[in-house]
């Protein structure tokens, strides 16, 4: 299977803003991004299924938006109002099925993750 490459993360302070890429997705499928903190389990950040509908964890409703280039195969999430509780590992994932859901259990494939950091 093709490798999952994400791209974009990087240290912002509190309030600030970040666009992560995604390259070598297939959006027949679900496509998410997850994210891992030290010392916590992963936990899906936000989806988007084959049909386009994108679901989102509560903690980034109306800050974060899940989007997709299907010409370049390219999945993004863009994040704004950025805090300290954001920072974390994230990691583009890809479900071999239509609907998406937030047990990464279920999603098989995965890329190496980029860091997001949000000083206060």
């Known amino acids: 299977q093709v490798q999952l490459a994400e791209s974009g993360g990087g240290s912002v302070q509190a309030g600030g803003s970040l666009r992560l890429s995604c390259a070598n997705g297939?959006?027949?499928?679900?496509m998410a991004w997850f994210r891992q903190a030290p010392g916590k389990q992963r936990e899906g950040v936000a989806s988007?299924?084959?049909?386009?509908?994108?679901k989102y964890a509560d903690s980034v409703k109306g800050r974060f938006t899940i989007s997709r280039d299907n010409v370049e195969k390219t999945l993004f999430l863009n994040m704004k109002s950025l805090n300290p509780e954001d920072t974390a590992h994230y990691y583009c994932?890809?479900?071999?099925?239509?609907?998406?859901?937030?047990?990464?259990?279920?999603?098989?494939?995965w890329g190496q993750g980029t860091q997001v950091t949000v000083s206060s």
């Open positions: 988007l299924d084959r049909y386009g509908t994108p």
């Open positions: 994932a890809q479900r071999w099925a239509y609907y998406c859901n937030f047990d990464p259990t279920s999603f098989g494939n």
């Open positions: 297939d959006s027949d499928y679900c």
